[in-house]
């Protein structure tokens, strides 16, 4: 399975690891997009700064 990751909100006054979580993840804009593998990392880091991304999950 895939997850489609999107970015929804702004990094701007978020604390520095929430920053490089973002950048981490592919994102860096709203709006942004990228597609991850589903796994226990790229949940962690999306538990991390999920106030600021939106996630779907693709069946392949």
């Known amino acids: 399975m895939k997850l489609k990751v999107t970015q929804t909100g702004s990094t701007i006054r978020r604390k ?3 920053k490089r979580t973002i950048e981490a993840l592919g994102l860096g804009r709203i ?3 990228r597609m991850h593998d589903d796994n ?4 962690g880091m999306i538990n991390k700064v999920k106030h600021l991304v939106k996630v779907e999950e693709i069946t392949e």
Do not use: A, K, L, M
């Open 16 to 18: 520095g690891d929430q």
């Open 40 to 43: 226990p990392v790229i949940r």
């Open 31 to 33: 709006n942004r997009s």
